[in-house]
């Protein structure tokens, strides 16, 4: 069965630093990948999305993305964190074929020191 | 485009009540879904939709029915509310199924007593 896991329940990073969020995930076949941010009280925004070619994905600010296929993992980057930037962060999973699901990590909590 | 509403942004219930959460999109998208949201649990798809007229199941289906009368509209209903379902529901809707972009509504917080 496919499985999205997002190892760090909660992230602290101090404003200006770089950033890295991790996603591995269990599927047999090249998946579809997504991350999704939720900032406090709305609902979720598509940051990037990987299907096919270039492993490195570039998203809406200044995020991207690195698939790699070995470590079945599409973490998610920022060289320098906003305090914008804080909010929880959804890493989902979806496959090629009539399945219309995509199965959710369980996110990921970046809050940013001054 | 409003894109995707979602009322009410707060509820409570007691046991046993039923209530319809409403959904609709401006966006003339095909695929319509809801999710719960519980804490540590990420996103779980409860019912969704690929058409008008057509409707199925999701990985937590019981106790709540969907329907699919126009493109715009896919209202959730709880058909007798219990402290389980205490939960955000986020509908979210997308031009086709699989890989194409969810757009999310702002949720409704649901409490039951």
């Known amino acids: 069965a496919q499985s999205v896991t997002q190892p760090d329940i909660h992230i602290t990073v101090s404003e200006g630093a770089s950033l890295e969020l991790r996603c591995n995930y269990s599927y047999g076949a090249t998946p579809y990948l997504f991350w999704y941010v939720q900032s406090p009280g709305q609902g979720l925004q598509l940051l990037l999305k990987?299907?096919?070619?270039d492993t490195l994905v570039q998203g809406i600010k200044g995020f991207e993305a690195e698939f790699k296929r070995s470590q079945s993992s599409f973490n998610l980057r920022k060289p320098s964190v906003h305090w914008s930037d804080a909010a929880e962060y959804f890493c989902?999973?979806?496959?090629?074929?009539?399945?219309?699901?995509?199965?959710w990590g369980a996110g990921t909590k970046l809050i940013i020191k001054p | 485009n409003a894109g995707v509403t979602q009322t009410p942004k707060f509820q409570v219930l007691k046991t046993g009540q039923s209530m319809t959460l409403q959904c609709a999109q401006d966006?003339?998208?095909?695929?319509m879904s809801w999710y719960r949201q519980d804490p540590g649990m990420g996103l779980r798809l409860i019912h969704y939709?690929?058409?008008?007229?057509?409707?199925d199941q999701g990985e937590v289906p019981n106790g709540y029915n969907v329907s699919r009368s126009t493109t715009e509209d896919f209202p959730l209903r709880l058909l007798s509310a219990a402290p389980s379902q205490t939960s955000v529901y986020f509908c979210?809707?997308?031009?086709?199924?699989?890989?194409?972009?969810?757009?999310f509504g702002p949720g409704t917080r649901l409490t039951v007593l």
């Open positions: 989902a999973v979806g496959a090629g074929n009539s399945n219309y699901q995509l199965i």
């Open positions: 990987y299907f096919s070619g």
């Open positions: 979210a809707s997308s031009f086709r199924a699989g890989k194409d972009t969810q757009y």
């Open positions: 966006m003339n998208h095909e695929y």
């Open positions: 939709s690929v058409g008008a007229g057509i409707t």
